[in-house]
């Protein structure tokens, strides 16, 4: 039967736009860096990055003193001035330029420990995980080994082999500072080597060093790349901590940790600059990137995708 003409309704003209996108099209990192933006305290903690970096690079060209140039005359404990920003310690050492020349040194060992934690944990991580049967379970174990080893004893005993330093500090954190990492990689792995289109590729004939460089790893950024902002703080407090107990960097050399460790002893006294300055920019550089960190996590995470 014939439907009359009149039953029909003509769709005005708005319609024609039901089917355009509501959204305009991002790519999953710009999609990550508006969700991040939108996180004020994420953002505070990269500024405050970007600047402890500038300042550490910068800070100690600001003052015409070096970090280890000594006035024991009448340059002794002057509180901040115009002429010395932070004042200076017992030996007549300008604290300001201190400060940011242990900033260099802390930050450089955080940064530096974490790339090495992130090369070998993605690289052991990743062959574990995707191998896996015996393989995996051979490396697991080892993991769990050296997961066993108090840390003390093993930055003592390189202390003790190789001596204390820069170096040094960088290799303790890193002996067994990977574990994590290569944990992480190889969970994130064992579930997407099951997923469909890396079954996909492996039919197609695709090799171990394709599907790691341009399916597993990629898709495990976000965790790493979390799991990053996390390492660097802790090897920063760590660095600071051997320092503080006189394991990690030496004299005349500034680190946040010996500048501590060294203003202990006017914790009672009027002196406090020489304790408040290093404390609190390793506080501030601490929270700043576990801000980040936080900040990270919840804009790499797929579930808060809007």
């Not at 939108?38 to 505070?44: G, I, S, Y």
């Not at 903690?45 to 800070?59: H, Y």
Request: charged content about 15%.
């Amino acid at each position: 039967m014939a439907i009359p003409a009149e039953k029909f309704e003509r769709a005005p003209k708005r319609a024609v736009d039901i089917e355009t996108l509501r959204r305009p099209s991002l790519t999953y990192w710009q999609d990550v860096w508006n969700r991040l933006k939108q996180n004020k305290l994420a953002m505070a903690g990269l500024f405050m990055i970007i600047l402890l970096v500038a300042m550490a690079i910068a800070g100690p060209f600001m003052q015409p003193y070096t970090y280890y140039e000594q006035d024991l005359g009448d340059g002794k404990n002057i509180s901040p001035s115009g002429g010395h920003w932070f004042g200076t310690d017992e030996l007549g050492r300008d604290v300001f330029v201190r400060t940011w020349y242990g900033a260099r040194i802390s930050l450089t060992i955080g940064v530096v420990a974490a790339l090495i934690d992130l090369i070998i944990g993605v690289i052991y991580g990743g062959i574990s995980g995707y191998r896996g049967g015996r393989t995996d379970e051979v490396m697991m174990r080892i993991v769990d080994v050296l997961w066993g080893l108090p840390y003390l004893l093993v930055v003592i005993l390189l202390l003790v082999v190789m001596g204390p330093g820069v170096l040094t500090i960088i290799i303790a954190l890193t002996a067994t500072g990977w574990l994590n990492m290569a944990r992480l990689v190889r969970g994130q792995v064992l579930q997407l080597k099951e997923q469909e289109y890396v079954m996909a590729s492996q039919t197609l004939g695709a090799s171990t060093d394709w599907l790691m460089s341009k399916h597993l790893i990629p898709n495990t950024l976000g965790p790493i790349i979390v799991m990053l902002t996390f390492t660097v703080p802790n090897a920063i407090f760590a660095e600071a901590f051997l320092s503080f107990l006189g394991l990690g960097v030496q004299a005349p050399v500034a680190s946040w940790g010996t500048m501590i460790n060294d203003a202990l002893v006017v914790v009672l006294s009027d002196e406090w600059w020489r304790l408040f300055f290093p404390a609190f920019f390793l506080s501030l550089t601490l929270l700043a990137f576990n801000a980040l960190g936080d900040g990270l996590r919840d804009a790499l995470d797929p579930k808060m995708r809007k």
